[in-house]
């Protein structure tokens, strides 16, 4: 009975920790409207990325703060900042010993690798380019994340088309002062779901 009442809470709390501050949300920042992803494909997207948080902050409560996970289609992608390469290299072994995972790609820099100044520009590269895309009618904006590090900026999402792709890659590089884009945008018809 207890058991029973345990798991009841902890399931209450992950859909509950799936909702997002105003309606139409799942998960962490992708709205339903334009998410191409089945509801089944979101559900299982957002578990493994709960499951990989709470694993990380089990191991060190500070990757709770500094580390960012977005999981589409079992693939994982990984921003933030840690202390040494073997953090690093830890937090990599931890993404990839998630239950379905299909790829783990790791953007998270070493601490000490910038300054202010730095940090400030990527900031400023990031906010040009998710200003570009929101402006982009051909672009369903709310469908990707951007991490800028280092003057480098990584795009992680999905595309409605080989057009929408194109222009995001077309947008990222007019962005002044930006260095090298890297992307991991993955179409529709390339969803594992869609493939069935």
Do not use: H
């Not at 072994?93 to 202010?116: C, H, M, P």
């Not at 929101?134 to 999402?157: A, D, H, Q, R, V």
């Amino acid at each position: 009975m207890i058991k029973k009442i345990i798991s009841f809470v902890l399931l209450a709390l992950v859909l509950v920790s799936c909702t997002g501050n105003s309606l139409g949300t799942f998960g962490k920042g992708v709205s339903i409207g334009f998410d191409p992803r089945t509801v089944g494909m979101q559900i299982d997207d957002t578990l493994m990325q709960k499951n990989l948080v709470a694993r990380l902050t089990l191991t060190e409560k500070k990757y709770f703060i500094f580390i960012q996970i977005e999981v589409l289609d079992g693939r994982i992608f990984l921003t933030g900042k840690v202390d040494k390469p073997e953090d690093k290299i830890k937090i990599t072994k931890l993404a990839w010993e998630t239950k379905g995972v299909r790829s783990v790609k790791n953007a998270i820099t070493i601490k000490g690798q910038s300054n202010f100044k730095r940090t400030a520009k990527d900031i400023l590269i990031t906010s040009q380019l998710r200003t570009a895309l929101i402006f982009n009618k051909l672009i369903k904006s709310g469908n990707y994340t951007l991490e800028t590090i280092n003057k480098n900026i990584y795009i992680f999402g999905i595309a409605m088309n080989e057009e929408e792709k194109k222009e995001v890659m077309e947008e990222a590089n007019k962005v002044y002062d930006v260095e090298k884009v890297i992307s991991t945008i993955y179409l529709v018809s390339e969803l594992s779901r869609n493939k069935i």
